[in-house]
């Protein structure tokens, strides 16, 4: 069955098309150069894209990169509390003779961060659709290097929680950053347990320095977002920015693919036509939110705080603090292969399956490890083994749940409404990586539960249930336009159905089978709003 919009949907895009400034002189021509672009889409394979988009990747791929600060920073943290050092400087002296950071402070530092960036998260909406993509992210790097001098030459607790509050402001590559940005982290750590003095937690704290400053130079010759243009009317400048990504554009490829985005705005507008917070959770918009929302959250609720607090963990699990390091150096590696493996997986496997398989195996996995925390602590080669079990979950993990994650959010959400909908889905994941920033040290610590592998149990039954979420709710987006999804949406296609159900944004234009998605009263207003903004933006 081909699913469209409404016949007033046609009415109300001639109505805009002809209003907008005469930068849309024949909607006619944009629907026709819309389903050539579409067409593209479909046939394109990944060899051809790599071909033919260089450039964008490359930008995609250095601004992406901002992500490893953020994996290294929470690497860092979770680290430093089975690092000797750190501990005799910020910690207390336990019965044994040993320090270490108590775990009210430990939750308090690691969830520093966590509300800063929700505070930043919320700006962050707004200045993205007020100023764009490009200047927002340079403000933001600028700042960072600011408040990283506060942790590197803190004398006390407090000022160091201070820093990751302030410096919280701040697709699939994207979970490979992350991962590398850990990996890099747990190097410099091992490489600096052998110091004596203080500057084995300084130093640590100071190569977050060396992410933001070539990021803002990139950032500075970076193209804005052309779908951001096309939001604002500026069409002409939105084909200047399709011609810098493109090796060797026509005039047709370029045209046809601003007419896409056109078509998808004006498709979009005519369901909802606003921008805000609010509209994110409107009609059709909630689905699309709760669902963004639902795949980043699993990240926290899936046993994936393991990872952060590894080094620890593993110490608390009976490990000396070499070998901790080595493996947490290890578990990275392989993150960093598994999310390598998640490109291929993700294209022959789709991101539904592949997302929810990775929930059931990292159950299993959840499931083994707490069992092994029944063994006593004095057996070292069970403790090994729930080394090798943390290592095999991290490239389960990075396969599947960690980057398949980024590219469901950036595509169940609407054009128009992706920066918010992506703010308001990592502030609820930050809100839960607060919730695992307050129990997982009073779980491990071994002055509170002391529970050890055996939290493993826990997070095995978290993870079922997120499993069991995701099968009925996830829907796979694979192969689709963006303008395809919208329709799928609108017509509240089940999301097991999704990856079955025929679908043709222009089949109204040729008396296709119609579906009741929007309203002649929604369509008058996303009208009257994209003339506005045409209007106010034009170039």
């Known amino acids: 069955m081909a699913l469209s919009k409404e016949p007033a949907a046609v009415q109300a895009h001639d109505a805009v098309a002809a209003d907008v400034k005469n930068q849309v002189e024949d909607y006619e021509a944009v629907v026709s150069d819309a389903r050539a672009a579409t067409h593209a889409e479909h046939t394109l394979t990944l060899r051809e894209g790599l071909k033919r988009y260089p450039a964008a990747i490359g930008w995609s791929m250095l601004l992406s990169t901002a992500i490893i600060m953020t994996g290294f920073d929470i690497v860092l943290l979770g680290s430093f509390y089975g690092l000797p050092q750190f501990n005799q400087k910020f910690g207390v002296q336990l019965l044994n003779g040993s320090y270490t950071v108590t775990a009210a402070w430990q939750a308090g530092l690691s969830n520093g961060a966590k509300c800063g960036e929700i505070i930043g998260l919320a700006i962050n909406g707004w200045a993205m659709e007020r100023f764009g993509c490009r200047k927002t992210m340079i403000t933001a790097l600028s700042w960072t290097v600011a408040m990283i001098f506060l942790p590197v030459f803190a004398q006390n607790v407090e000022t160091i929680l201070a820093g990751q509050i302030l410096m919280g402001y701040l697709t699939a590559y994207v979970n490979m950053c992350w991962v590398l940005g850990q990996l890099v982290a747990s190097g410099a750590l091992r490489g600096v347990l052998g110091l004596q003095s203080e500057w084995a937690f300084r130093i640590p704290f100071a190569l977050q320095w060396m992410w933001p400053v070539p990021i803002i130079i990139g950032c500075c010759f970076a193209p804005e977002s052309p779908w951001w243009l096309v939001r604002k009317g500026r069409y002409e400048l939105a084909k200047k920015t399709v011609r810098r990504l493109v090796v060797k554009p026509t005039d047709d490829e370029v045209d046809s693919r601003v007419a896409m985005m056109i078509h998808t705005n004006a498709l979009e507008k005519a369901v909802a036509a606003g921008t805000s917070y609010w509209d994110c959770f409107k009609g059709i918009d909630l689905r699309r939110t709760e669902i963004a929302v639902g795949v980043w959250s699993v990240q926290n609720l899936c046993g994936a705080a393991f990872m952060g607090y590894s080094t620890f963990f593993l110490q608390q699990a009976g490990l000396p603090t070499e070998s901790s390091f080595d493996l947490s150096i290890g578990q990275y590696g ?184 929007a309203t002649n009263k929604s369509l008058e207003k996303g009208q009257e709003q994209m003339i506005e903004d045409a209007e106010k933006h034009s170039v």
């Not at 598994?338 to 990292?362: A, E, H, N, P």
């Not at 889905?425 to 002055?447: D, S």
Request: include cysteine; proline fraction near 3%.
């Open 334 to 517: 392989l993150g960093l292969a598994g999310t390598i493996c998640s490109w291929f997986l993700m294209t022959w496997i789709g991101r539904r399956k592949l997302y929810f398989w990775g929930l059931v195996v990292l159950t299993i996995l959840l499931i083994v490890i707490g069992g092994m925390g029944f063994i006593s602590r004095d057996n070292t080669d069970s403790q090994w083994a729930v080394g090798a079990m943390l290592l095999i979950y991290t490239a389960a993990y990075d396969a599947t749940v960690g980057p398949v994650c980024y590219t469901l959010v950036s595509e169940v959400s609407s054009t128009r409404l992706r920066g918010k909908t992506v703010v308001i889905a990592r502030v609820v994941y930050n809100v839960f990586g607060i919730v695992n920033g307050v129990i997982m040290p009073y779980m491990l610590n071994t002055e509170k539960l002391d529970w050890g592998a055996k939290t493993g149990l826990f997070w095995g039954g978290m993870c079922f249930l997120c499993a069991t979420w995701t099968y009925f709710r996830v829907p796979e987006p694979r192969g689709r336009t963006y303008g395809e999804l919208d329709i799928l949406f609108q017509n509240k296609v089940s999301a097991r159905k999704f990856a079955k159900t025929s679908v043709d944004q222009f089949a109204h234009a040729e008396g296709g089978e119609l579906a009741p998605a």
